[in-house]
Protein backbone atom coordinates (compact mmCIF):
# COMPACT_ATOMS: atom_id res chain seq x y z
CA UNK A 1 0.00 0.00 0.00
CA UNK A 2 1.34 3.78 -1.12
CA UNK A 3 0.71 5.81 0.88
CA UNK A 4 -0.02 8.95 -1.41
CA UNK A 5 -2.66 7.24 -3.34
CA UNK A 6 -4.98 6.39 -0.16
CA UNK A 7 -6.89 10.17 0.48
CA UNK A 8 -8.46 9.53 3.76
CA UNK A 9 -4.63 8.48 5.18
CA UNK A 10 -2.72 11.38 3.40
CA UNK A 11 -5.83 13.32 5.17
CA UNK A 12 -4.60 12.19 8.57
CA UNK A 13 -1.19 12.58 8.18
CA UNK A 14 -1.08 16.04 6.99
CA UNK A 15 -3.48 17.18 9.77
CA UNK A 16 -1.54 14.92 12.83
CA UNK A 17 0.03 17.44 14.93
CA UNK A 18 3.69 16.11 14.19
CA UNK A 19 3.09 17.35 10.47
CA UNK A 20 0.20 20.33 10.69
CA UNK A 21 2.69 23.02 10.61
CA UNK A 22 4.79 22.28 8.01
CA UNK A 23 4.87 23.46 4.78
CA UNK A 24 4.41 21.48 1.48
CA UNK A 25 8.37 20.82 0.70
CA UNK A 26 9.34 19.87 4.27
CA UNK A 27 5.96 17.66 4.45
CA UNK A 28 7.39 15.73 1.63
CA UNK A 29 11.12 15.62 2.47
CA UNK A 30 9.44 14.43 6.00
CA UNK A 31 7.04 11.57 4.47
CA UNK A 32 9.60 10.15 2.59
CA UNK A 33 11.37 9.44 5.69
CA UNK A 34 8.52 7.18 7.25
CA UNK A 35 7.63 4.08 6.36
CA UNK A 36 3.89 2.30 5.92
CA UNK A 37 3.39 -0.67 7.50
CA UNK A 38 0.08 -3.25 7.85
CA UNK A 39 -0.34 -5.87 10.02
CA UNK A 40 -2.79 -8.77 10.29
CA UNK A 41 -5.11 -9.93 13.13
CA UNK A 42 -2.72 -10.44 16.04
CA UNK A 43 0.62 -9.72 14.38
CA UNK A 44 2.97 -8.16 16.78
CA UNK A 45 4.02 -4.39 16.00
CA UNK A 46 6.39 -3.97 18.61
CA UNK A 47 8.18 -6.70 20.55
CA UNK A 48 8.34 -6.59 24.21
CA UNK A 49 12.80 -6.41 24.35
CA UNK A 50 12.87 -5.03 20.61
CA UNK A 51 14.75 -1.42 20.61
CA UNK A 52 12.64 1.51 19.69
CA UNK A 53 13.20 3.89 16.91
CA UNK A 54 10.01 6.11 16.77
CA UNK A 55 6.30 7.03 16.87
CA UNK A 56 3.68 4.50 15.18
CA UNK A 57 0.80 6.63 14.38
CA UNK A 58 -2.20 4.35 14.12
CA UNK A 59 -4.03 4.85 10.11
CA UNK A 60 -6.64 2.46 10.34
CA UNK A 61 -7.78 -0.61 12.76
CA UNK A 62 -7.35 -1.33 16.67
CA UNK A 63 -4.04 -2.14 18.53
CA UNK A 64 -3.23 -3.52 22.40
CA UNK A 65 -0.71 -2.65 24.55
CA UNK A 66 0.22 -5.82 26.55
CA UNK A 67 2.45 -6.85 29.15
CA UNK A 68 3.76 -10.94 29.37
CA UNK A 69 2.32 -12.43 32.18
CA UNK A 70 3.57 -15.94 31.68
CA UNK A 71 5.31 -18.85 29.97
CA UNK A 72 2.95 -19.03 27.32
CA UNK A 73 2.52 -16.61 24.56
CA UNK A 74 -1.32 -16.22 25.70
CA UNK A 75 -0.41 -15.14 28.56
CA UNK A 76 -0.44 -11.50 28.26
CA UNK A 77 -2.41 -8.57 30.16
CA UNK A 78 -3.82 -5.90 28.16
CA UNK A 79 -2.80 -2.46 29.41
CA UNK A 80 -4.10 0.11 26.98
CA UNK A 81 -5.89 -0.25 23.83
CA UNK A 82 -5.01 2.55 20.98
CA UNK A 83 -7.55 2.91 17.86
CA UNK A 84 -7.18 5.06 14.76
CA UNK A 85 -5.93 8.54 15.12
CA UNK A 86 -3.96 7.66 18.47
CA UNK A 87 0.10 7.27 18.47
CA UNK A 88 2.53 3.84 19.83
CA UNK A 89 5.69 4.63 21.46
CA UNK A 90 5.57 7.46 23.79
CA UNK A 91 7.26 5.48 26.17
CA UNK A 92 10.68 5.32 24.42
CA UNK A 93 10.56 9.53 24.60
CA UNK A 94 13.71 8.98 27.11
CA UNK A 95 15.78 7.41 24.60
CA UNK A 96 15.11 10.08 22.00
CA UNK A 97 15.60 13.05 24.51
CA UNK A 98 19.43 11.31 25.45
CA UNK A 99 18.22 10.35 29.05
CA UNK A 100 20.56 7.68 30.26
CA UNK A 101 18.74 4.17 31.27
CA UNK A 102 19.79 2.78 34.13
CA UNK A 103 18.12 -0.58 33.16
CA UNK A 104 19.48 -3.63 31.77
CA UNK A 105 15.38 -4.45 30.22
CA UNK A 106 13.87 -1.31 29.39
CA UNK A 107 10.73 -2.75 27.43
CA UNK A 108 8.35 -4.93 28.93
CA UNK A 109 5.20 -3.85 26.74
CA UNK A 110 4.31 -5.27 23.31
CA UNK A 111 1.98 -4.50 20.87
CA UNK A 112 -0.69 -6.48 19.02
CA UNK A 113 -2.82 -5.85 16.23
CA UNK A 114 -6.30 -6.47 17.57
CA UNK A 115 -7.80 -6.19 14.28
CA UNK A 116 -5.85 -5.75 10.81
CA UNK A 117 -4.41 -2.53 11.24
CA UNK A 118 -2.32 -0.04 9.15
CA UNK A 119 0.60 2.22 10.50
CA UNK A 120 3.20 4.78 10.17
CA UNK A 121 6.12 4.35 11.11
CA UNK A 122 7.79 7.92 12.04
CA UNK A 123 11.47 7.74 13.29
CA UNK A 124 12.67 9.74 15.72
CA UNK A 125 14.47 12.08 13.09
CA UNK A 126 11.45 13.03 12.10
CA UNK A 127 10.30 14.38 15.67
CA UNK A 128 13.66 15.39 16.13
CA UNK A 129 13.15 17.63 12.90
CA UNK A 130 9.72 19.20 14.11
CA UNK A 131 10.69 19.27 17.15
CA UNK A 132 11.49 23.45 17.51
CA UNK A 133 7.94 23.58 16.78
CA UNK A 134 5.89 24.61 20.22
CA UNK A 135 2.99 23.01 19.22
CA UNK A 136 4.77 20.12 18.41
CA UNK A 137 6.21 19.78 21.91
CA UNK A 138 3.01 20.82 23.36
CA UNK A 139 0.93 17.83 21.55
CA UNK A 140 3.64 15.55 23.20
CA UNK A 141 3.47 16.45 26.55
CA UNK A 142 0.08 16.43 26.42
CA UNK A 143 0.16 12.80 25.18
CA UNK A 144 3.01 12.09 27.70
CA UNK A 145 0.77 13.71 30.65
CA UNK A 146 -2.39 11.77 29.85
CA UNK A 147 -0.84 8.34 29.63
CA UNK A 148 1.24 8.70 32.89
CA UNK A 149 -2.18 9.46 34.54
CA UNK A 150 -3.53 6.71 32.90
CA UNK A 151 -0.96 4.30 34.32
CA UNK A 152 -0.27 5.53 37.56
CA UNK A 153 -4.17 4.95 37.61
CA UNK A 154 -3.84 1.18 36.82
CA UNK A 155 -1.16 0.35 38.67
CA UNK A 156 -2.59 1.97 41.98
CA UNK A 157 -5.76 -0.30 41.11
CA UNK A 158 -3.70 -3.55 40.87
CA UNK A 159 -1.80 -2.99 43.45
CA UNK A 160 -4.71 -2.34 45.62
CA UNK A 161 -6.24 -5.76 44.19
CA UNK A 162 -2.85 -7.78 44.51
CA UNK A 163 -2.77 -6.89 48.35
CA UNK A 164 -6.58 -7.46 48.79
CA UNK A 165 -6.37 -10.93 47.53
CA UNK A 166 -2.53 -12.55 47.27
CA UNK A 167 -1.27 -14.27 44.81
CA UNK A 168 -3.46 -15.39 42.02
CA UNK A 169 -2.17 -18.59 41.55
CA UNK A 170 -2.99 -19.85 45.45
CA UNK A 171 -6.50 -19.35 44.30
CA UNK A 172 -6.31 -23.32 42.97
CA UNK A 173 -5.24 -24.13 46.44
CA UNK A 174 -7.69 -26.88 48.07
CA UNK A 175 -8.43 -26.39 51.96
CA UNK A 176 -7.12 -29.78 52.65
CA UNK A 177 -3.28 -28.37 51.74
CA UNK A 178 -3.64 -25.86 54.23
CA UNK A 179 -5.65 -27.38 57.06
CA UNK A 180 -4.31 -28.83 60.45
CA UNK A 181 -5.08 -32.69 60.45
CA UNK A 182 -6.14 -35.01 62.28
CA UNK A 183 -8.64 -32.73 63.45
CA UNK A 184 -8.60 -32.51 67.42
CA UNK A 185 -12.36 -33.95 68.64
CA UNK A 186 -14.07 -35.27 71.91
CA UNK A 187 -17.39 -36.89 72.04
CA UNK A 188 -20.24 -34.56 73.25
CA UNK A 189 -20.32 -36.32 76.47
CA UNK A 190 -17.15 -35.90 77.21
CA UNK A 191 -16.70 -33.60 80.60
CA UNK A 192 -15.34 -30.24 80.54
CA UNK A 193 -12.32 -30.72 82.38
CA UNK A 194 -11.33 -33.34 80.23
CA UNK A 195 -12.13 -31.06 77.08
CA UNK A 196 -9.76 -28.36 78.94
CA UNK A 197 -6.76 -30.49 79.27
CA UNK A 198 -6.51 -32.26 75.86
CA UNK A 199 -6.70 -28.54 74.36
CA UNK A 200 -3.81 -27.35 76.68
CA UNK A 201 -1.79 -30.35 76.05
CA UNK A 202 -2.32 -30.08 72.14
CA UNK A 203 -1.52 -26.37 72.27
CA UNK A 204 -4.73 -24.98 70.33
CA UNK A 205 -7.15 -22.23 71.43
CA UNK A 206 -10.15 -24.96 69.77
CA UNK A 207 -11.68 -28.25 69.90
CA UNK A 208 -14.82 -30.08 67.52
CA UNK A 209 -17.14 -31.94 69.43
CA UNK A 210 -18.74 -34.95 67.39
CA UNK A 211 -21.66 -37.17 68.44
CA UNK A 212 -21.80 -41.02 68.56
CA UNK A 213 -21.83 -41.72 65.30
CA UNK A 214 -18.81 -38.75 65.08
CA UNK A 215 -20.53 -36.26 62.88
CA UNK A 216 -19.58 -32.75 63.45
CA UNK A 217 -21.81 -31.51 66.73
CA UNK A 218 -20.08 -27.95 67.56
CA UNK A 219 -16.90 -26.77 68.21
CA UNK A 220 -15.42 -25.30 71.31
CA UNK A 221 -13.01 -22.03 71.75
CA UNK A 222 -11.15 -20.85 74.24
CA UNK A 223 -13.65 -18.44 74.63
CA UNK A 224 -16.51 -20.41 75.18
CA UNK A 225 -14.83 -22.14 78.10
CA UNK A 226 -14.00 -18.58 79.85
CA UNK A 227 -18.08 -17.42 79.04
CA UNK A 228 -19.92 -20.51 79.38
CA UNK A 229 -17.52 -21.86 82.27
CA UNK A 230 -14.98 -20.21 83.96
CA UNK A 231 -17.28 -16.96 84.56
CA UNK A 232 -20.01 -19.02 85.83
CA UNK A 233 -18.30 -21.28 88.20
CA UNK A 234 -19.88 -24.72 88.83
CA UNK A 235 -18.62 -26.69 85.62
CA UNK A 236 -17.92 -30.28 87.31
CA UNK A 237 -20.78 -31.97 85.68
CA UNK A 238 -20.98 -29.78 82.21
CA UNK A 239 -20.20 -32.00 78.70
CA UNK A 240 -18.98 -30.89 75.67
CA UNK A 241 -21.97 -31.38 74.24
CA UNK A 242 -23.57 -28.35 76.86
CA UNK A 243 -20.95 -25.66 76.11
CA UNK A 244 -20.34 -26.47 72.47
CA UNK A 245 -21.54 -23.67 69.80
CA UNK A 246 -24.01 -25.46 67.14
CA UNK A 247 -24.48 -23.04 65.05
CA UNK A 248 -21.37 -23.81 63.03
CA UNK A 249 -20.11 -22.37 60.04
CA UNK A 250 -17.82 -25.57 58.05
CA UNK A 251 -16.27 -26.01 54.66
CA UNK A 252 -15.50 -29.02 52.83
CA UNK A 253 -12.05 -30.39 52.44
CA UNK A 254 -12.54 -29.54 48.52
CA UNK A 255 -13.35 -26.51 48.91
CA UNK A 256 -10.94 -23.75 47.50
CA UNK A 257 -8.43 -21.23 48.57
CA UNK A 258 -10.73 -18.43 47.95
CA UNK A 259 -14.11 -19.67 49.47
CA UNK A 260 -12.59 -20.32 52.62
CA UNK A 261 -10.85 -16.69 52.54
CA UNK A 262 -14.70 -15.69 51.49
CA UNK A 263 -16.02 -17.64 54.69
CA UNK A 264 -13.85 -15.96 57.16
CA UNK A 265 -14.64 -12.59 55.65
CA UNK A 266 -18.34 -13.18 55.54
CA UNK A 267 -18.80 -15.32 58.56
CA UNK A 268 -16.74 -13.02 60.94
CA UNK A 269 -15.11 -16.64 62.23
CA UNK A 270 -11.39 -17.16 63.03
CA UNK A 271 -11.65 -21.04 62.90
CA UNK A 272 -13.29 -23.25 60.22
CA UNK A 273 -13.90 -27.16 60.84
CA UNK A 274 -12.99 -28.95 58.07
CA UNK A 275 -15.58 -31.76 56.69
CA UNK A 276 -15.87 -34.73 54.06
CA UNK A 277 -18.68 -35.75 52.21
CA UNK A 278 -20.42 -37.65 55.28
CA UNK A 279 -20.06 -34.17 57.42
CA UNK A 280 -17.32 -36.20 59.51
CA UNK A 281 -14.45 -33.36 61.02
CA UNK A 282 -11.35 -34.41 59.07
CA UNK A 283 -9.32 -31.01 60.19
CA UNK A 284 -9.80 -27.63 60.80
CA UNK A 285 -8.11 -24.79 59.24
CA UNK A 286 -8.01 -21.00 60.65
CA UNK A 287 -8.03 -17.23 59.14
CA UNK A 288 -4.46 -17.51 60.70
CA UNK A 289 -2.86 -20.60 58.68
CA UNK A 290 -4.67 -18.95 55.04
CA UNK A 291 -2.59 -15.62 55.55
CA UNK A 292 0.07 -17.55 57.14
CA UNK A 293 0.32 -20.54 54.60
CA UNK A 294 -0.69 -19.55 51.35
CA UNK A 295 2.75 -19.07 49.80
CA UNK A 296 4.42 -21.61 51.58
CA UNK A 297 5.27 -24.31 49.36
CA UNK A 298 3.18 -23.68 46.95
CA UNK A 299 4.57 -24.36 43.66
CA UNK A 300 7.91 -26.33 45.34
CA UNK A 301 7.81 -27.97 41.87
CA UNK A 302 8.65 -24.84 40.23
CA UNK A 303 12.13 -24.38 41.19
CA UNK A 304 12.48 -28.25 41.70
CA UNK A 305 12.27 -27.51 37.71
CA UNK A 306 14.41 -24.62 37.45
CA UNK A 307 17.23 -25.83 39.20
CA UNK A 308 17.07 -29.38 37.63
CA UNK A 309 20.44 -30.84 36.50
CA UNK A 310 21.71 -33.64 35.44
CA UNK A 311 21.12 -35.79 38.01
CA UNK A 312 18.11 -34.43 39.39
CA UNK A 313 16.47 -33.54 36.52
CA UNK A 314 14.62 -37.29 36.06
CA UNK A 315 12.83 -36.51 39.34
CA UNK A 316 11.20 -34.15 37.97
CA UNK A 317 8.85 -36.22 35.96
CA UNK A 318 7.51 -37.86 39.55
CA UNK A 319 6.59 -34.63 40.90
CA UNK A 320 4.29 -33.96 37.66
CA UNK A 321 3.06 -37.13 38.00
CA UNK A 322 2.31 -36.11 41.80
CA UNK A 323 0.11 -33.29 41.05
CA UNK A 324 -1.45 -35.21 38.17
CA UNK A 325 -2.41 -37.88 40.57
CA UNK A 326 -4.03 -35.30 43.04
CA UNK A 327 -5.95 -33.37 40.20
CA UNK A 328 -7.38 -36.31 38.66
CA UNK A 329 -8.63 -37.76 42.03
CA UNK A 330 -9.76 -34.76 42.57
CA UNK A 331 -11.96 -34.58 39.93
CA UNK A 332 -10.51 -31.30 38.68
CA UNK A 333 -12.27 -30.16 34.72
CA UNK A 334 -10.17 -31.57 32.76
CA UNK A 335 -9.49 -28.37 30.41
CA UNK A 336 -7.84 -26.98 34.09
CA UNK A 337 -5.95 -30.62 34.69
CA UNK A 338 -4.59 -30.20 30.94
CA UNK A 339 -3.74 -26.18 31.61
CA UNK A 340 -2.15 -26.99 34.89
CA UNK A 341 0.01 -29.96 33.53
CA UNK A 342 1.09 -28.28 30.04
CA UNK A 343 2.63 -25.38 32.38
CA UNK A 344 4.17 -27.65 34.38
CA UNK A 345 5.77 -29.87 31.33
CA UNK A 346 5.99 -26.28 29.60
CA UNK A 347 8.66 -25.41 32.19
CA UNK A 348 10.53 -28.73 32.26
CA UNK A 349 11.07 -28.96 28.17
CA UNK A 350 12.18 -24.99 28.76
CA UNK A 351 14.52 -25.97 31.18
CA UNK A 352 16.12 -29.09 28.87
CA UNK A 353 16.35 -26.57 26.54
CA UNK A 354 18.27 -24.24 28.64
CA UNK A 355 20.86 -26.64 29.89
CA UNK A 356 21.20 -27.71 25.75
CA UNK A 357 22.06 -24.25 25.33
CA UNK A 358 24.60 -24.28 27.79
CA UNK A 359 25.84 -27.05 27.17
CA UNK A 360 26.13 -26.17 23.39
CA UNK A 361 27.91 -22.52 24.07
CA UNK A 362 30.44 -24.41 26.22
CA UNK A 363 31.92 -25.87 23.45
CA UNK A 364 30.34 -23.75 20.35
CA UNK A 365 30.26 -20.50 21.97
CA UNK A 366 26.50 -18.20 21.80
CA UNK A 367 24.18 -19.20 18.60
CA UNK A 368 25.30 -17.40 15.24
CA UNK A 369 21.71 -16.25 14.50
CA UNK A 370 18.60 -16.13 16.42
CA UNK A 371 15.96 -19.07 16.78
CA UNK A 372 12.68 -20.36 18.17
CA UNK A 373 12.07 -24.13 19.08
CA UNK A 374 8.64 -25.49 18.75
CA UNK A 375 6.57 -28.33 20.42
CA UNK A 376 4.17 -30.39 18.16
CA UNK A 377 2.01 -33.25 18.76
CA UNK A 378 -0.26 -33.62 22.05
CA UNK A 379 2.58 -30.89 23.45
CA UNK A 380 1.82 -28.57 20.60
CA UNK A 381 -1.88 -29.09 21.31
CA UNK A 382 -0.93 -28.63 25.25
CA UNK A 383 -2.99 -31.96 25.91
CA UNK A 384 -0.13 -34.15 26.86
CA UNK A 385 -0.58 -35.81 30.38
CA UNK A 386 1.45 -38.24 30.62
CA UNK A 387 4.97 -38.06 28.83
CA UNK A 388 5.13 -39.78 25.76
CA UNK A 389 7.50 -38.91 22.95
CA UNK A 390 9.02 -36.48 21.51
CA UNK A 391 7.56 -34.34 18.83
CA UNK A 392 9.88 -30.58 17.97
CA UNK A 393 11.36 -28.71 15.46
CA UNK A 394 13.76 -25.96 15.06
CA UNK A 395 14.06 -22.85 12.98
CA UNK A 396 16.61 -20.41 12.88
CA UNK A 397 17.06 -17.16 10.87
CA UNK A 398 18.65 -17.03 7.20
CA UNK A 399 22.45 -16.48 7.22
CA UNK A 400 25.16 -15.55 4.59
CA UNK A 401 26.15 -18.43 2.17
CA UNK A 402 29.46 -18.69 3.72
CA UNK A 403 28.17 -19.28 6.84
CA UNK A 404 25.48 -21.57 6.17
CA UNK A 405 27.77 -24.73 6.59
CA UNK A 406 28.95 -23.72 10.33
CA UNK A 407 25.06 -22.60 10.93
CA UNK A 408 23.84 -25.81 10.51
CA UNK A 409 26.58 -27.59 12.22
CA UNK A 410 25.53 -25.57 15.42
CA UNK A 411 22.03 -26.55 15.46
CA UNK A 412 22.67 -29.51 14.13
CA UNK A 413 24.65 -30.38 17.76
CA UNK A 414 21.97 -27.78 19.34
CA UNK A 415 18.91 -30.27 18.14
CA UNK A 416 20.47 -33.58 19.53
CA UNK A 417 21.47 -32.17 22.65
CA UNK A 418 17.74 -30.96 23.09
CA UNK A 419 16.61 -34.30 22.06
CA UNK A 420 18.91 -35.87 24.81
CA UNK A 421 18.15 -33.93 27.84
CA UNK A 422 14.42 -33.98 27.04
CA UNK A 423 15.06 -37.79 26.65
CA UNK A 424 17.00 -38.04 29.92
CA UNK A 425 14.27 -36.31 31.35
CA UNK A 426 11.35 -39.28 30.68
CA UNK A 427 10.20 -38.02 27.16
CA UNK A 428 10.61 -40.96 24.82
CA UNK A 429 12.39 -40.26 21.32
CA UNK A 430 10.28 -40.19 18.44
CA UNK A 431 9.94 -43.16 16.04
CA UNK A 432 9.49 -41.23 13.60
CA UNK A 433 12.46 -38.90 13.72
CA UNK A 434 10.15 -35.82 14.22
CA UNK A 435 12.58 -34.34 16.14
CA UNK A 436 15.02 -31.48 16.20
CA UNK A 437 17.75 -33.73 16.17
CA UNK A 438 16.75 -35.03 12.48
CA UNK A 439 17.85 -32.56 9.24
CA UNK A 440 13.67 -32.77 8.48
CA UNK A 441 12.82 -31.06 11.16
CA UNK A 442 15.39 -28.13 12.03
CA UNK A 443 16.24 -25.42 9.53
CA UNK A 444 16.01 -21.67 8.07
CA UNK A 445 12.67 -20.01 7.69
CA UNK A 446 13.35 -20.31 3.80
CA UNK A 447 14.30 -24.19 3.79
CA UNK A 448 10.99 -24.65 5.95
CA UNK A 449 9.39 -22.78 3.07
CA UNK A 450 10.15 -24.92 0.77
CA UNK A 451 9.77 -27.97 2.62
CA UNK A 452 6.06 -26.81 3.02
CA UNK A 453 6.23 -26.41 -0.94
CA UNK A 454 7.18 -29.76 -1.11
CA UNK A 455 4.17 -30.92 0.93
CA UNK A 456 1.87 -28.93 -1.29
CA UNK A 457 3.24 -30.45 -4.02
CA UNK A 458 3.58 -33.70 -3.60
CA UNK A 459 0.00 -34.12 -1.10
CA UNK A 460 0.59 -37.61 -0.69
CA UNK A 461 -1.51 -39.71 2.91
CA UNK A 462 2.57 -39.46 4.25
CA UNK A 463 2.66 -35.59 3.47
CA UNK A 464 -0.69 -35.00 4.73
CA UNK A 465 0.37 -36.71 8.02
CA UNK A 466 3.43 -35.12 8.39
CA UNK A 467 1.60 -31.88 7.79
CA UNK A 468 -1.02 -32.59 10.50
CA UNK A 469 1.66 -33.21 13.12
CA UNK A 470 3.46 -30.02 11.84
CA UNK A 471 0.44 -27.86 11.76
CA UNK A 472 -0.15 -28.50 16.39
CA UNK A 473 2.91 -26.73 16.57
CA UNK A 474 3.51 -24.17 19.74
CA UNK A 475 5.96 -21.94 19.85
CA UNK A 476 8.29 -22.90 23.67
CA UNK A 477 11.36 -21.14 23.16
CA UNK A 478 13.55 -18.44 21.45
CA UNK A 479 13.16 -15.19 19.79
CA UNK A 480 9.73 -13.94 18.87
CA UNK A 481 10.31 -12.33 15.76
CA UNK A 482 11.46 -15.82 14.51
CA UNK A 483 8.56 -16.85 15.52
CA UNK A 484 6.36 -14.38 13.76
CA UNK A 485 8.32 -14.58 10.51
CA UNK A 486 8.00 -18.09 10.44
CA UNK A 487 4.23 -18.10 11.21
CA UNK A 488 3.76 -16.01 8.49
CA UNK A 489 5.55 -17.49 5.94
CA UNK A 490 3.79 -20.98 6.89
CA UNK A 491 0.55 -19.27 6.28
CA UNK A 492 1.24 -17.62 3.21
CA UNK A 493 2.84 -20.56 1.89
CA UNK A 494 -0.30 -22.48 2.48
CA UNK A 495 -2.88 -19.69 1.43
CA UNK A 496 -0.39 -21.35 -1.96
CA UNK A 497 -1.05 -24.90 -1.28
CA UNK A 498 -4.88 -25.01 -1.39
CA UNK A 499 -4.87 -28.40 -3.15
CA UNK A 500 -2.74 -29.31 -0.29
CA UNK A 501 -5.59 -28.43 1.85
CA UNK A 502 -8.40 -30.03 -0.23
CA UNK A 503 -6.65 -32.51 -0.33
CA UNK A 504 -6.62 -33.65 3.53
CA UNK A 505 -10.62 -32.25 3.76
CA UNK A 506 -10.52 -35.77 1.39
CA UNK A 507 -8.93 -37.81 3.70
CA UNK A 508 -11.28 -36.91 6.56
CA UNK A 509 -14.43 -37.50 4.46
CA UNK A 510 -12.82 -40.79 3.85
CA UNK A 511 -12.56 -41.47 7.64
CA UNK A 512 -16.07 -39.75 9.26
CA UNK A 513 -16.33 -40.07 12.92
CA UNK A 514 -18.74 -42.77 14.42
CA UNK A 515 -21.87 -41.20 15.48
CA UNK A 516 -23.08 -44.32 17.74
CA UNK A 517 -26.98 -43.47 16.82
CA UNK A 518 -28.07 -46.09 18.70
CA UNK A 519 -29.05 -46.83 22.30
CA UNK A 520 -26.21 -47.62 24.79
CA UNK A 521 -27.59 -50.43 25.30
CA UNK A 522 -28.08 -51.88 21.80
CA UNK A 523 -23.72 -51.20 21.60
CA UNK A 524 -23.49 -54.72 23.06
CA UNK A 525 -25.80 -56.18 20.84
CA UNK A 526 -24.05 -54.19 18.12
CA UNK A 527 -21.15 -56.10 19.07
CA UNK A 528 -19.04 -52.61 19.47
CA UNK A 529 -17.31 -52.86 22.69
CA UNK A 530 -14.20 -50.30 22.19
CA UNK A 531 -13.65 -47.58 20.43
CA UNK A 532 -9.99 -45.87 19.97
CA UNK A 533 -10.63 -42.34 21.34
CA UNK A 534 -7.34 -40.93 19.83
CA UNK A 535 -7.67 -42.13 16.19
CA UNK A 536 -11.10 -42.59 16.05
CA UNK A 537 -12.28 -39.06 17.60
CA UNK A 538 -9.07 -36.99 18.51
CA UNK A 539 -7.49 -37.01 15.49
CA UNK A 540 -10.67 -36.56 13.25
CA UNK A 541 -11.43 -33.69 15.39
CA UNK A 542 -8.27 -32.01 15.80
CA UNK A 543 -8.06 -32.70 11.73
CA UNK A 544 -10.95 -30.86 11.28
CA UNK A 545 -10.28 -28.35 12.95
CA UNK A 546 -6.58 -27.35 11.88
CA UNK A 547 -7.62 -27.37 8.04
CA UNK A 548 -10.69 -24.76 8.67
CA UNK A 549 -8.61 -22.80 11.06
CA UNK A 550 -5.73 -22.86 8.30
CA UNK A 551 -8.69 -22.35 5.35
CA UNK A 552 -8.89 -19.15 7.06
CA UNK A 553 -5.81 -18.05 7.97
CA UNK A 554 -5.36 -19.22 11.77
CA UNK A 555 -2.04 -21.64 11.39
CA UNK A 556 -1.29 -21.74 15.28
CA UNK A 557 -3.20 -22.31 18.48
CA UNK A 558 -4.40 -25.06 20.74
CA UNK A 559 -7.61 -26.55 19.88
CA UNK A 560 -9.63 -24.16 22.28
CA UNK A 561 -7.60 -20.91 20.91
CA UNK A 562 -8.56 -22.30 17.31
CA UNK A 563 -12.72 -22.89 18.15
CA UNK A 564 -12.11 -19.29 19.56
CA UNK A 565 -10.36 -17.51 17.00
CA UNK A 566 -13.24 -19.38 14.41
CA UNK A 567 -15.98 -18.06 16.37
CA UNK A 568 -14.42 -14.51 16.82
CA UNK A 569 -14.19 -14.52 12.72
CA UNK A 570 -18.05 -16.04 12.19
CA UNK A 571 -17.27 -19.35 11.30
CA UNK A 572 -18.20 -20.60 14.18
CA UNK A 573 -21.55 -20.09 16.10
CA UNK A 574 -21.31 -19.35 19.55
CA UNK A 575 -23.88 -22.15 20.35
CA UNK A 576 -21.89 -24.46 17.83
CA UNK A 577 -18.44 -23.45 19.74
CA UNK A 578 -20.19 -24.33 23.14
CA UNK A 579 -20.93 -27.55 22.02
CA UNK A 580 -17.28 -28.10 20.30
CA UNK A 581 -15.61 -27.21 23.77
CA UNK A 582 -18.00 -29.55 25.49
CA UNK A 583 -16.80 -32.15 23.31
CA UNK A 584 -13.52 -31.41 23.47
CA UNK A 585 -14.11 -31.44 27.10
CA UNK A 586 -15.91 -34.98 27.37
CA UNK A 587 -13.34 -37.05 25.13
CA UNK A 588 -10.45 -35.41 26.75
CA UNK A 589 -12.04 -36.71 30.48
CA UNK A 590 -12.64 -40.08 28.91
CA UNK A 591 -9.43 -40.79 27.68
CA UNK A 592 -7.50 -39.19 31.08
CA UNK A 593 -9.62 -41.08 32.92
CA UNK A 594 -9.12 -44.43 30.95
CA UNK A 595 -5.46 -43.65 30.40
CA UNK A 596 -4.25 -42.77 34.18
CA UNK A 597 -6.00 -45.80 35.59
CA UNK A 598 -4.54 -48.44 33.73
CA UNK A 599 -0.85 -46.55 34.52
CA UNK A 600 -1.85 -46.72 38.03
CA UNK A 601 -2.40 -50.82 36.97
CA UNK A 602 0.99 -50.81 35.59
CA UNK A 603 -0.89 -52.13 31.95
CA UNK A 604 0.58 -51.14 28.49
CA UNK A 605 -0.83 -47.82 27.81
CA UNK A 606 -3.60 -48.09 24.75
CA UNK A 607 -5.67 -44.95 23.33
CA UNK A 608 -8.90 -47.93 23.37
CA UNK A 609 -11.85 -47.30 25.53
CA UNK A 610 -13.97 -50.01 26.74
CA UNK A 611 -17.44 -49.36 27.05
CA UNK A 612 -17.84 -51.70 29.92
CA UNK A 613 -15.80 -50.03 31.60
CA UNK A 614 -17.65 -46.31 31.64
CA UNK A 615 -20.32 -44.85 33.85
CA UNK A 616 -23.79 -44.39 32.15
CA UNK A 617 -23.24 -40.80 32.14
CA UNK A 618 -19.99 -41.01 30.36
CA UNK A 619 -21.28 -43.11 27.57
CA UNK A 620 -24.11 -40.67 27.06
CA UNK A 621 -22.29 -37.95 26.99
CA UNK A 622 -19.70 -39.60 24.53
CA UNK A 623 -22.49 -40.06 22.28
CA UNK A 624 -23.40 -36.68 21.88
CA UNK A 625 -19.47 -35.86 21.90
CA UNK A 626 -19.27 -37.92 18.67
CA UNK A 627 -22.58 -36.40 17.46
CA UNK A 628 -20.53 -32.86 17.70
CA UNK A 629 -17.51 -34.28 15.72
CA UNK A 630 -19.23 -35.14 13.26
CA UNK A 631 -20.94 -32.44 12.51
CA UNK A 632 -17.58 -30.47 12.54
CA UNK A 633 -16.36 -32.97 10.11
CA UNK A 634 -19.41 -31.91 7.91
CA UNK A 635 -18.74 -28.22 8.26
CA UNK A 636 -15.05 -28.79 6.92
CA UNK A 637 -16.77 -30.74 3.96
CA UNK A 638 -19.03 -28.10 3.23
CA UNK A 639 -16.38 -25.64 3.23
CA UNK A 640 -15.12 -27.55 0.09
CA UNK A 641 -18.54 -28.27 -1.23
CA UNK A 642 -18.14 -32.38 -0.78
CA UNK A 643 -21.43 -32.77 1.06
Excluded at 144 to 159: G, K, W
Excluded at 378 to 406: I, K
Excluded at 426 to 454: E, H, N, V
Aim: with cysteine; net charge negative; aromatic share 10%.
Amino acid sequence: MILQENKEFMSMVENHPIFSGADAAEFRLLLERCILYSYRKNEKLLYAKSPREGLLLILEGITEVCVHTGSRRENREVLEVLEKGEMIGFSSLADFLGEPNPHEHTFTVEVHAFEPSVCLHIPYEVLEARWHEEDVREYVLRQVAVRLREIYSSLAEQVKLAHQWGESEAFIRRVQDLMSEPALSVVETTPVHEVARKMVEAGTSSILVIDKEGHLFGIITEKDLVQRVVSVGNSDFKTAGEIATTDLVTIHRNSYYYEAMSSFLMNSVKHLPVTDDDLRPVGMVTLSDILRKKNRGQFNILQEIESADEETLPEVKNAIYSVLQNLVEDEMPTLHIMDAITSLYDRLVHRCVDLALEEVKKKLGPPPVNFAFFLMGSGGRAEQFLLTDQDHFLVFEETEDSEEESVDMYFKFFGERITAWMEHAGYKPCDGGMMASFSAWRGSITRWQKRLRTWGLRATNDNILLGHNFLSFRHLYGDEKVHDHFTRMVNDQLEKSSIFLYRAAVEEKQRPVPTLDHPIRALFRMKKETIDIKMSVLFPFHHALQILSVKHGIVEGTPTQRIKRLTEDGLFSETFADELQFAYEVILRIRVSQAWTVYMQGEKLSSKVYFRQMKTRDKEELMLALKTIRSLQNHLLASYGMQ
